[in-house]
Every structure is written in C-alpha cells, then in structure tokens.
C-alpha cells in the first residue's frame, strides 16, 4: 500500500518591516517552498530588488536571533536554496527574523497569521495583505555615510571658493604680479624678488 504524500499547508506570515512607520505585508506561501523562494516573496512584496546577502533567522517572542539560514553556502542544513519555510515556522507560536543587505541591515519580523489548504487555481506564494508605504531601499545611505566619517554636503550651504588665487590688493600692477605668481608665471620672479622687499620697484 503506497504511503500518502503530505499535504503542504499554506501559512499567511506577516512580515513586518523595522521602521518608525508601521509597514508590513501578508504573504501566503506553501511550508513546503524554500527559503529562497519566501525571500525572493518578502523583496517583491516591498518593492525591493535581489542582489544582496540575506538571512533568516529562528526566533522568539523577544524575536532574538537563533539558528541563521544564508544565501551564503554555510552548510546544508542552513542553505536557504535547501531548507524549507516549515523549518523556520511550524506554529502560530513560531517567530522568524529576516536580514536584508549586511550593510544597510533591512530587518523583518515575521510571525504566523493562519495555516490553511492551499486554494485551487491559485499561485503560491500571493501577496494577501500590505500596509504602509515601504521606505526607498537606499534611503540609509546618509545614516551609512556619517557612520564611516563621510560628510554629506548640504546642497543649500555654499561652499568656501578656495581657488588658490591671492586676495586683491587694490593696486593693478601688484594684483597682476600675484595673479602671475599664483599662476605658476615664473616672469618677474627671481632671487631679487626673494623677499618682500622686491615688491618695491613695483610701487
């Protein structure tokens, strides 16, 4: 007698983006799809592109980190190409955290809203819900820049004109041999003109 095959169960998560502003979306996804696939789910639901490293990690009603699944080939049993959804949430108890962009640091809480079967003629995962307005991906960068000592000038704030050119004076014919000076113009410069003192047959 052949074995039943399990029935995957379609679990609604809410995943839940760590801003000021409460932004969260609803995906329904099958426990049986992979971690891969929930990620590339999470990023189209909020608008955002792949491209950079992520991570899931198990977790708990003070939603601390436990046990990471990678993009990044730490071993089978924690490769996000491999592992499944129900790996990570197997009850309404469970709790997920999900990392986007080691850099920026995008941070999700992800917790269980329902289990059911799955509807005919319908495609998994389906975004079911959404809330918010997600900010823009690379709207960070500012905070990332000030973190590593770069300044970001205000576009308002004039810049100092620094253009390495001597003040003028008021006299052309001194203010003509500053310029030339400034400019690299080697004419009229001489040892006589060593000093101060020879800015006196100029006057």
């Given at each position: 007698?052949?074995s039943e095959m399990?029935?995957?169960?379609?679990?609604?998560?809410?995943?839940?983006?760590?801003?000021?502003?409460?932004?969260?979306?609803?995906?329904?996804?099958?426990?049986?799809?992979?971690?891969?696939?929930?990620?590339?789910?999470?990023?189209?639901?909020?608008?955002?592109?792949?491209?950079?490293?992520?991570?899931?990690?198990?977790?708990?009603?003070?939603?601390?980190?436990?046990k990471e699944y990678?993009?990044?080939?730490?071993?089978?049993?924690?490769?996000?190409?491999?592992?499944?959804?129900?790996?990570?949430?197997?009850?309404?108890?469970?709790?997920?955290?999900?990392?986007?962009?080691?850099?920026?640091?995008?941070?999700?809480?992800?917790?269980?809203?329902?289990?059911?079967?799955?509807?005919?003629?319908?495609?998994?995962?389906?975004?079911?819900?959404?809330?918010?307005?997600?900010?823009?991906?690379?709207?960070?960068?500012?905070?990332?820049?000030?973190?590593?000592?770069?300044?970001?000038?205000?576009?308002?704030?004039?810049?100092?004109?620094?253009?390495?050119?001597?003040?003028?004076?008021?006299?052309?014919?001194?203010?003509?041999?500053l310029d030339a000076?400034?400019?690299?113009?080697?004419?009229?410069?001489?040892?006589?003109?060593?000093?101060?003192?020879?800015?006196?047959?100029?006057?």
């Amino acid at each position: 007698m052949a074995s039943e095959m399990k029935e995957s169960k379609i679990a609604k998560l809410r995943v839940i983006l760590d801003t000021e502003q409460d932004v969260y979306r609803d995906i329904e996804i099958s426990t049986d799809s992979t971690l891969l696939h929930f990620h590339n789910a999470i990023l189209d639901a909020f608008g955002w592109s792949p491209g950079e490293m992520a991570s899931f990690f198990e977790s708990d009603e003070h939603w601390e980190k436990g046990k990471e699944y990678s993009l990044m080939d730490i071993g089978v049993d924690a490769d996000m190409t491999v592992v499944k959804v129900e790996a990570i949430i197997q009850d309404t108890d469970s709790r997920a955290v999900y990392v986007y962009d080691f850099l920026r640091m995008w941070c999700f809480y992800i917790e269980p809203v329902s289990f059911d079967a799955a509807v005919p003629n319908i495609e998994y995962p389906q975004l079911s819900f959404e809330h918010g307005t997600p900010p823009a991906f690379d709207s960070k960068d500012g905070d990332l820049a000030a973190g590593m000592g770069f300044e970001i000038p205000d576009e308002g704030e004039p810049q100092d004109a620094d253009d390495g050119k001597p003040e003028k004076t008021g006299d052309p014919e001194i203010d003509a041999y500053l310029d030339a000076q400034a400019g690299g113009d080697d004419d009229g410069w001489n040892e006589d003109h060593a000093s101060l003192d020879g800015l006196d047959e100029l006057m």
